[in-house]
């Protein structure tokens, strides 16, 4: 799909879709639960979809009625996967799901985009050949079987949090307890405090015993539950931004209490407003693309942390540095830092790329709503914000697809 946006002030109301991350991690508490739950305000992205054929891939009874998706749950310890669980290009449901596979000691196969299984899964990797399980990897699949015991886990903590979550939405539901040994720095711990907030909603608990270990009390019972899925700050993060562009947009949808990481963008869009900060992303690293849109249209800007962002849907510092050149923006990509210097920011001399890539597909559009111009690759929105251009009209963007 090819977008076309016209430049032009945003001015009016958005809602923001649910958060994805605790909709997944919610709908999969749901799964483990010994009863029918209903999860309420659920966006259909693609990833969401991921998790619920997963769910009923192993045996969960997962009914969609508008934004509320009904679960009835299965006994993990015994399921046996009716049929390859496809996480299409969702990464957060395959890292979760791998541990929940092991619980039942069956055999499991994963699908995927070619892209999504040349991801590392190397913790799952190395903690499968230490306990002697099957993990076996390549560009269509990914196997696995073992039955997860109660023990200590060491896992680097300047890696995906989802490792850890998914080992903490498991782990519970083993004989005795479990301890998880995080080798820090402990980076984006925002999301494993979501999944702690999570498992407690479903009645299942697990807590810090200090800043780098997670105690989980084995034996326990995920108990069915009807919730609602906050507001996505992820997803508010790009249309706050037009704020800073010179719009007056109010998000709505929004929890003020939130534990979601990425809560932080008003924080960072502020100091890129007034100067040239440093920034680390290391917490926050989904909010990359749009922080680096934002700097490049402000003052520039100094990035650390970056070093996750090539494990993303795409190298999401190399292809924004890419696009944003078309701006007339330099950009330098270290190995763990982003530099972006203060040049003249101009209509792009070119038609820009989303890359496969939700997120820089929806922060070039906000920057093309000062400049104007066009993406090629614009449906990479329907992973996460599917009527992502929809809510940009309602703020009266000029955009055209094609």
């Not at 050949?129 to 039955?147: E, L, M």
């Not at 800043?211 to 009807?226: M, S």
């Amino acid at each position: 799909m090819n977008v076309t946006i016209q430049p032009g002030r945003a001015v009016g109301y958005v809602t923001v879709p649910s958060s994805k991350s605790m909709a997944h991690r919610m709908l999969i508490c749901a799964g483990l639960s010994g009863g029918t739950s209903q999860i309420g305000g659920i966006d259909l992205n693609e990833d969401i979809l991921a998790t619920i054929a997963c769910l009923r891939a192993l045996g969960a009874d997962c009914s969609v009625s508008g934004d509320t998706v009904t679960v009835r749950g299965v006994d993990m310890k015994s399921a046996k996967a009716m049929d390859i669980l496809s996480c299409h290009e969702s990464g957060s449901t395959l890292r979760f799901f791998i541990p929940l596979a092991l619980l039942s000691g069956n055999k499991v196969s994963f699908s995927g985009t070619e892209k999504l299984l040349s991801r590392p899964l190397s913790i799952y990797a190395q903690l499968c050949a230490q306990r002697g399980f099957t993990f076996t990897q390549n560009v269509s699949y990914v196997d696995v079987q073992g039955k997860l015991t109660a023990d200590t886990y060491t896992v680097p903590g300047d890696i995906s949090s989802q490792f850890i979550s998914g080992l903490l939405l498991a782990l519970p539901m083993v004989e005795g307890d479990s301890v998880i040994s995080i080798i820090p720095p402990v980076e984006s711990r925002g999301y494993i405090d979501l999944t702690l907030q999570a498992m407690a909603s479903f009645g299942v608990h697990a807590h810090w015993q200090d800043e780098v270990t997670l105690v989980i009390p084995g034996n326990q019972q995920y108990t069915a539950a009807d919730l609602y899925v906050e507001g996505d700050y992820s997803g508010a993060a790009f249309f706050e931004a037009l704020n800073f562009l010179g719009g007056d947009v109010d998000v709505g949808g929004l929890n003020p209490d939130s534990l979601q990481g990425d809560k932080v963008y008003t924080e960072h869009f502020q100091r890129l407003s007034f100067g040239c900060p440093t920034i680390d992303i290391s917490n926050c690293p989904d909010l990359g693309p749009i922080l680096f849109a934002v700097a490049a249209a402000k003052h520039g800007a100094h990035f650390t942390g970056t070093r996750r962002l090539k494990l993303k849907e795409s190298d999401r510092a190399a292809v924004m540095a890419e696009e944003l050149s078309a701006f007339g923006t330099e950009v330098t990509v270290g190995e763990n830092t982003v530099d972006i210097a203060a040049k003249a920011f101009h209509t792009p001399d070119r038609v820009l790329q989303g890359h496969n890539d939700h997120r820089i597909v929806m922060s070039l559009a906000v920057l093309l709503t000062r400049t104007g111009g066009s993406i090629e690759g614009a449906e990479a929105v329907s992973k996460s914000f599917p009527d992502f251009f929809e809510k940009l009209k309602d703020v009266d963007i000029d955009v055209t697809t094609k």
